[in-house]
């Protein structure tokens, strides 16, 4: 005669999830990325971590050897992935968490413009994706990316006339544009 079988022996028999790879292995410090683990017994994981803390599950694969997990933001570097089911905890995988690049402002033009602001300008640099522009602290306006981060455009705002400081700020920090410029 067998004796029953409890929850706890099920989820013995299941075994420890394992990652044998993480796509992609690294992402932005923001998360908010679809992480695929690839491994086993990924289908009955119940939770799934980035350096302690924790992702969202999104889907996983019936045959446990595939999870999608949404990664959560952190601060840049590499975390161990562990994900987690009634058996244990896999061995962690890496991550690698990856700050977004520092803008550079090579140059503006036009150079000068009227105290009363109004007047279209360009920057051109590099990774300014998501920049803002500041001209003495007073935010331009109708800022714009193009060329694949490289171009911006603006229009700048209302000023006092002399020499003004300019400065590119994204996500990856901020930059002065060389000369800035002058309001006449």
Known sequence: MSSPV???????????PTILLVVPSSGPIGG???VVLIGTNL????????????????????SGTVLVATAPAHAAGA???????PSGA??????????????????ITPVS???????PFTIVGANLTGASVTFNGT???????????AVLTGVTPAGTAGPAT?????????ATVPGGYLYV
């Open 6 to 16: 409890s929850n706890q022996d099920v989820a013995l028999a299941v075994g420890v």
């Open 32 to 34: 908010g990325n679809p």
């Open 43 to 62: 289908n009955t994981v119940t939770s799934v971590t980035f350096g302690g803390t924790s992702a969202t599950i999104v889907a996983q694969d019936p």
């Open 79 to 85: 975390v161990p992935v562990i994900a987690t089911n």
């Open 90 to 107: 896999s061995t962690p995988a890496a991550y690698t968490y990856v700050a977004p690049p520092p803008p550079v402002a090579l140059l």
């Open 113 to 119: 413009g009227p105290a009363a602001g109004g007047t």
């Open 139 to 149: 935010a331009a306006t109708g800022v714009t990316v193009v060329a694949s981060g």
């Open 166 to 174: 300019v400065v590119v700020t994204t996500p990856g920090g901020s």
